[in-house]
């Protein structure tokens, strides 16, 4: 699988950061997004900047150990989640990590996104487990992604927010944007309207057949 140039990668970097903070999916200087430009070249953003504000010499290059190759600035000490979820699947190419308010509310709450009631949910998503609880920054954080980097396309972090990753940087964006409306749609059928109609099984395999046709090449399975 080809690599996004570099000069590619760090205006996708720039534009997706716009996108996150517009939308309220990461407040200050919250959030984090990187892209792999090489087979151990990573581009992404570096620690205490606003995902709104990001100037291109403000982005950072590393190896997938972290190792600083390019860039004045530090890189986020949440980059070796990014880095380990490379580590785990070569196949992967943008990793973004924010934290959507309802997303989040379900990572707090440890609900996770997985009530067959959306379509398109269930091609792109499938399901979005709760992966556990890892103080910020430390070395558990890498380790509590790994298990989910070959078998979904995103999950919740507990008590933190989301991460989701991708063969390419906007998809790894839309997926956040995906599991942000999702969550919204199971806490307004499920706790405000007191109502959710669930797709049945024969419905449920039916729209996961049809990923291959949407170029959707991993994705876990509704609660059935």
């Not at 150990?65 to 580590?87: F, I, N, T, W």
């Not at 399901?127 to 790994?146: R, T």
Request: aromatic share 8%; hydrophobic share 40%; net charge positive.
């Amino acid at each position: 699988m080809d690599y996004m140039t570099e000069k590619k990668a760090k205006k996708a970097i720039i534009d997706i950061g716009q996108r996150m903070y517009v939308r309220n999916f990461v407040a200050a200087n919250d959030g984090n997004i990187s892209i792999r430009t090489g087979d151990n070249e990573v581009w992404a953003t570096p620690t205490g900047v606003s995902k709104g504000y990001m100037k291109k010499k403000m982005l950072v290059k590393v190896d997938l150990d972290g190792r600083v190759l390019e860039g004045s600035y530090k890189p986020s000490s949440e980059l070796k989640m990014h880095l380990r979820a490379y580590q785990e699947n070569s196949s992967l190419r943008s990793v973004c990590h924010a934290h959507p308010p309802v997303c989040t509310c379900f990572a707090i709450a440890g609900i996770p996104l997985d009530t067959p009631v959306l379509a398109e949910a269930i091609i792109t998503l499938g399901d979005v487990p709760i992966a556990p609880y890892a103080e910020l920054g430390s070395k558990e954080v890498p380790e509590v992604i790994a298990p989910y980097c070959h078998t979904h396309n995103g999950v919740l972090l507990a008590n933190h927010g989301a991460v989701t990753w991708a063969q390419d940087a906007y998809a790894a964006y839309y997926r956040l944007e995906s599991m942000e409306y999702y969550a919204k749609i199971l806490l307004i059928t499920d706790k405000i309207l007191g109502k959710q109609n669930l797709l049945t099984n024969d419905q449920i395999d039916a729209l996961l057949a049809m990923r291959d046709k949407f170029g959707v090449k991993q994705g876990g399975v509704p609660r059935k």
